[in-house]
């Protein structure tokens, strides 16, 4: 069977790793990561998403702390704030610095960056096929008021210096419009088995990468169920800061409002399915009457057995979706 | 005073820390670092000697090792070795990697390299002008034989990576026909009261910067004496690996076999004066027949005391020359 899930960072790769864990011998995992929140800092590329995949799949995450190396040391980014460098509140650690090292260097001789993750890949074997979402440069800044006026800056910034403690008045994905999908990515939707949504960001992570034209056109004529886990249990986000994002572009914090978001495949929005928390149960029938089916399981990814289990329960729901056509 | 000194990395340095800890309130002590030995690598421009010079008088240097930072970590570098880059030969520091990152970010953003370097200069403090010798692209190649061919390699390669031990063939100063002096080089040879030439490397430290057309000329013009430090005590050099750069260019290793090759200023070289080991006292009459004035001095900058002392000796005989004149 073929998977292809469709990722930003942190939740993403744990539900991966869940999904490798329990797939079938012959199963083929293709992962399309959101690029929007990549950034140039300190004249290096950072892709984070992409990034915390590799690393996380491959064995290299520091699992406290979500993002990053294990073993990791901060010498340089100390010694560039000792310089005076205003972007080191950026989170740069000295082995997570060589992934960009290679990276800036690679697209500077003119590689994509499909040929370099294809590249860096090579060490990390993450066990799936990592693709970015596009080799075009797409950027995600947010819309803050600061002083009165508005204000845009990069994700990155929002969400690292500020915390995302800022209220959002605006997402502006600065170059999708003429992002083209990158090599393998719309060939991984249409030729999927089941699309997953895992639960990831739907303004920055997920939000982007269905953004690609290329991509919204796949997922809207691949074959295959597109099925999503909802990012929120209750009334927050799984990972914590994304409430801000969320209120500022009027979505409902909860997993309708999310979903309603998505909006169904049947009406051209993205979702066939939708995991909801079993504690949420009651929203099920609200989110049905979108033209989602809905199914109400443990979301909480806390550790490897109830990961496993929400990878296996997404797949059952996929298949069900699938057998129902 | 105003003192000027020619300088590359190691020996150099330290012999600045004893003019700095000598001269009088009043004098000012403006280096000149050979820019020659700069490298790309990792897509980072590297300025070994500038970096040596700014590291050591600005207290960062590591004292045992004579070049990097203290209290360094080497995470970055095993990375890039791990990624299989193959030029993670170089000793690249994670704390060091933040000065390349400053720098080539500076350079990309079109500042100079003397720009940069007095931002540089700004945190470390080194209480001397630090200059490079040119803003303009020179690069030492050293041109080995191998299997039988002659093949050109950048000299950071020659001296790291084969660690000196491969004859040399001939040096190739890149680009030091299109290389002007940096802003202020002329003005702090022409304006010196004194100009001195460190214990550095003849042919890829002191040659270099001679080599620059115009600085050329503004040694020859200077009204202030040119003094030198012999960097070969008796028959080996001070700091081992130049043996093999100097008997390539069939120059003798000898404090008399360097003085002959940098030569007289009265017949178009760089010396008026030249301070030679203790011990190799009786070469003596023959530089003196070269028209360059010997005096011999223990030259080891053995601890602060011995390096104190080579500073007033050198000193001295530059006043010397002064008064002669």
Same mark, same amino acid.
């Given at each position: 069977?073929?998977?292809?899930?469709?990722?930003?960072?942190v939740?993403?790769?744990?539900? /991966?790793?869940?999904?490798?864990?329990?797939?079938?011998?012959?199963?083929?995992?293709?992962?399309?990561?959101?690029?929007?929140?990549?950034?140039?800092?300190?004249?290096?590329?950072?892709?984070?998403?992409?990034?915390?995949?590799?690393?996380?799949?491959?064995?290299?995450?520091?699992?406290?702390?979500?993002w990053?190396?294990?073993?990791?040391?901060?010498?340089?980014k100390d010694?560039?704030?000792?310089?005076?460098?205003?972007?080191?509140?950026?989170?740069?650690?000295?082995?997570?610095?060589?992934?960009?090292?290679?990276?800036?260097?690679r697209?500077?001789e003119?590689?994509?960056?499909?040929?370099?993750?294809?590249?860096?890949?090579?060490?990390?074997?993450?066990?799936?096929?990592?693709?970015?979402?596009?080799?075009?440069?797409?950027?995600t800044?947010?819309?803050i008021?600061r002083?009165?006026?508005?204000?845009?800056?990069?994700?990155?910034?929002?969400?690292?210096?500020?915390?995302?403690?800022v209220?959002?008045?605006?997402?502006?994905?600065?170059?999708?419009?003429?992002?083209?999908?990158?090599?393998?990515?719309?060939?991984?939707?249409?030729?999927?088995?089941?699309?997953?949504?895992?639960?990831?960001?739907?303004i920055?992570?997920?939000?982007?990468i269905?953004?690609v034209?290329?991509?919204?056109?796949?997922?809207?004529?691949?074959?295959?169920?597109?099925?999503?886990?909802?990012? /929120?249990?209750?009334?927050?986000?799984?990972?914590?800061m994304?409430?801000?994002?969320?209120?500022?572009?009027?979505?409902?914090?909860?997993?309708?409002?999310?979903?309603?978001?998505?909006?169904?495949?049947?009406?051209?929005?993205?979702l066939?399915?939708?995991?909801?928390?079993?504690?949420?149960?009651?929203?099920?029938?609200?989110?049905?009457?979108?033209?989602?089916?809905?199914?109400?399981?443990?979301?909480?990814?806390?550790?490897?057995?109830?990961?496993?289990?929400?990878?296996?329960?997404?797949?059952?729901?996929?298949?069900?979706?699938?057998?129902?056509?």
């Amino acid at each position: 069977m073929k998977i292809t899930v469709l990722s930003g960072g942190v939740g993403g790769s744990r539900f /991966i790793q869940g999904l490798l864990r329990t797939k079938g011998p012959g199963d083929e995992v293709t992962v399309i990561a959101n690029t929007a929140d990549d950034i140039d800092l300190f004249g290096l590329r950072i892709s984070p998403d992409l990034d915390t995949v590799m690393y996380t799949l491959g064995g290299g995450i520091d699992r406290e702390r979500g993002w990053g190396r294990t073993d990791e040391s901060w010498n340089a980014k100390d010694e560039l704030a000792t310089y005076g460098i205003e972007q080191a509140w950026f989170g740069l650690g000295d082995r997570d610095l060589a992934t960009h090292l290679v990276r800036t260097m690679r697209l500077r001789e003119g590689r994509t960056l499909s040929e370099v993750t294809a590249e860096l890949c090579e060490r990390w074997q993450p066990g799936v096929h990592l693709l970015p979402m596009t080799d075009d440069s797409v950027q995600t800044h947010i819309g803050i008021d600061r002083d009165g006026a508005r204000e845009l800056i990069h994700f990155q910034e929002y969400w690292i210096r500020l915390r995302a403690q800022v209220p959002v008045q605006e997402v502006v994905i600065r170059g999708i419009d003429d992002a083209s999908p990158a090599p393998g990515v719309v060939d991984a939707i249409t030729g999927a088995d089941v699309v997953v949504l895992p639960p990831s960001n739907p303004i920055v992570s997920i939000g982007p990468i269905a953004a690609v034209s290329g991509i919204r056109a796949a997922l809207g004529a691949t074959s295959a169920p597109v099925v999503g886990v909802s990012p /929120i249990i209750g009334g927050g986000a799984v990972r914590g800061m994304a409430d801000q994002l969320l209120t500022g572009l009027g979505i409902h914090i909860s997993a309708t409002g999310v979903a309603a978001h998505h909006g169904a495949r049947s009406s051209g929005g993205l979702l066939d399915g939708w995991l909801i928390d079993a504690t949420d149960e009651q929203q099920t029938e609200r989110i049905e009457s979108l033209g989602i089916t809905a199914r109400a399981v443990p979301l909480w990814m806390s550790d490897d057995d109830t990961t496993d289990q929400l990878a296996r329960d997404t797949m059952d729901l996929a298949l069900t979706l699938q057998d129902a056509r």
